[in-house]
């Protein structure tokens, strides 16, 4: 029986380290998405040791644990699907070595992203993964999902740049995986660990490469009449031959939104806009440039300018990632989807977003990595009225199931969690998702590990 379990558990961590109290629970009870349940405690470790202690509590008492960074994620994967323990990992937040002559970091997990970028950059190197919660993600969030962000079109996503990690197991075991050599011998652990959404382990520190900032960048913006015109853009810029460091689009609702809140000169009369990025040696980048402004007018751009320095360059890149928070001008809630196309579908994608948010009512903008053809639809609403929430996933799912019709997935960098478990099944057959059953289970056989998640219940199951 799961008694007077709390009380030990305050005794473990020590004063301020655990919270029980209705209120507290209720600040973890969600994310970032639509799904809200309340843990039975909350627990901050600020060692590995601690973590230890935990899971040997709660591998004892049958609790299941929810890791947490810092609740960005949008697809319920910090919500505590069967109450338990929610660990935050914002405690683990230090830096533990950084190696410049071998180009890499060892952090705790609940370090953010940004601090590291921020230290990176005082020496001219930068770590490419950056999501464009950025300023409150933590490492080992951006881990547990496979994070990207703007920058991942050309430089790859989290898994491109973990070299290694150390995690707890659900035996309460410290292993770890990978490290800073490279080709470590044996199976590839680590890129099996990122994007497993705390299921298979529980991330404590995280060895990240970093890589020198580029010689030169230009930042780009260039508006068109048409969506379908800067989606034909995209893919004649990349088959030009440029690989810019980062290509997004927004749409009329997302430029108008970000314009209202930002001021930073978007084109509100545009049905879409693309913001580019060239980066490399300052030599080469008259040639790219050239390319891409060649791409746009083909197919008509009417505002094409390059920033005139890199202020201007980065306010314009913080009203791209502030565009979910600008939304909230609009509506009090809001929700991102996360499907990727190839890259020839995305005009049609687009097309049939618009049709299924006239299907359901809905107010639907876009923002995408459109380099890649990850799209980010983000469906605007009044969480107070369940017939919205209704209509809200259900538009969801019709959204990634015209992506898996496409040739695309489900996801691009947002993961699976809790509100897209029961989409894998447009992707993945019973045998697929066996297989991966199989993995959890010999990992975690007692199933206290994130519980919940990323499968979906068996036919006639709970």
């Known amino acids: 029986m799961r008694k007077d379990w709390k009380k030990k558990l305050a005794g473990l961590i020590g004063p301020g380290g655990v919270l029980t109290s209705p209120f507290s629970l209720s600040s973890y009870s969600y994310d970032a998405g639509l799904d809200?349940?309340?843990?039975?405690a909350v627990v901050f470790p600020r060692s590995t040791e601690d973590v230890v202690?935990?899971?040997?509590?709660?591998?004892?008492?049958?609790?299941?644990?929810?890791?947490?960074?810092?609740?960005?994620?949008?697809?319920?994967?910090?919500?505590?699907?069967?109450g338990g323990i929610v660990l935050s990992f914002s405690r683990m937040n230090r830096v533990l070595q950084v190696d410049w002559a071998n180009r890499f970091a060892v952090v705790q997990a609940g370090l953010v992203n940004i601090e590291l970028q921020n230290l990176l950059r005082q020496k001219g190197y930068f770590y490419a993964p950056d999501p464009s919660s950025e300023q409150a993600c933590t490492l080992g969030g951006n881990?547990?999902?496979?994070?990207?962000?703007?920058?991942?079109?050309?430089?790859?996503?989290?898994?491109?740049?973990?070299?290694?990690?150390?995690?707890?197991?659900?035996?309460a075991e410290v292993v770890d995986v990978g490290g800073p050599c490279p080709d470590p011998p044996g199976y590839d652990l680590t890129s099996l660990l990122v994007g497993s959404e705390g299921m298979?382990?529980?991330?404590?520190?995280?060895?990240?490469?970093?890589?020198?900032?580029?010689?030169?960048?230009?930042?780009?913006l260039a508006a068109f009449t048409t969506i379908r015109a800067a989606a034909a853009a995209v893919a004649d810029i990349i088959g030009a031959g440029v690989i810019p460091a980062s290509l997004e689009m927004m749409d009329k609702v997302m430029i108008q939104a970000v314009e209202?809140?930002?001021?930073?000169?978007?084109?509100?009369?545009?049905?879409?806009?693309?913001?580019?990025?060239?980066?490399?040696?300052?030599?080469?980048?008259?040639?790219?440039?050239?390319?891409?402004?060649?791409?746009?007018?083909?197919?008509?751009?009417?505002?094409?300018?390059?920033?005139?320095?890199?202020?201007?360059?980065?306010?314009?890149?913080?009203?791209?990632?502030?565009?979910?928070?600008?939304?909230?001008?609009?509506?009090?809630?809001?929700?991102?989807?996360?499907?990727?196309?190839?890259?020839?579908?995305l005009p049609e994608l687009l097309e049939e977003i618009a049709k299924l948010a006239k299907r359901h009512n809905l107010l639907i903008g876009n923002v995408m990595h459109a380099g890649d053809g990850n799209l980010h639809p983000i469906m605007i609403f009044d969480g107070r009225d369940q017939e919205q929430v209704g209509r809200v996933r259900a538009a969801s799912w019709d959204i990634l199931r015209a992506c898996v019709a496409a040739g695309g997935t489900i996801s691009g960098e947002h993961g699976i969690g809790l509100e897209k478990k029961e989409y894998m099944s447009l992707l993945f057959g019973p045998?697929?998702?066996?297989?991966?059953?199989?993995?959890?289970?010999?990992l975690d056989p007692a199933n206290i590990l994130n519980p919940g998640k990323v499968f979906p219940a068996p036919v006639g199951g709970a």
């Open 260 to 345: 209202a809140s930002t001021q930073v000169g978007l084109p509100s009369h545009a049905e879409a806009v693309l913001i580019i990025e060239i980066d490399g040696l300052g030599a080469g980048l008259d040639q790219q440039q050239a390319l891409v402004e060649e791409a746009c007018r083909k197919h008509g751009v009417k505002k094409l300018e390059i920033a005139r320095d890199e202020k201007a360059a980065e306010r314009l890149w913080a009203a791209r990632k502030g565009a979910g928070a600008a939304v909230g001008r609009i509506a009090p809630n809001q929700i991102t989807q996360d499907g990727s196309v190839p890259l020839p579908k």
């Open 200 to 220: 298979l382990g529980l991330v404590t520190e995280v060895t990240v490469r970093f890589i020198p900032k580029p010689e030169s960048a230009r930042t780009m």
């Open 143 to 171: 881990v547990g999902e496979n994070a990207g962000g703007p920058h991942c079109f050309k430089y790859g996503y989290t898994v491109n740049h973990v070299l290694g990690l150390k995690l707890v197991t659900a035996q």
């Open 431 to 442: 045998a697929e998702i066996e297989a991966m059953k199989a993995v959890k289970q010999a």
């Open 36 to 40: 809200v349940m309340k843990p039975e």
């Open 53 to 82: 202690a935990v899971v040997k509590l709660a591998a004892s008492e049958g609790i299941p644990i929810t890791p947490r960074g810092a609740g960005t994620g949008l697809s319920g994967g910090a919500v505590p699907s069967q």
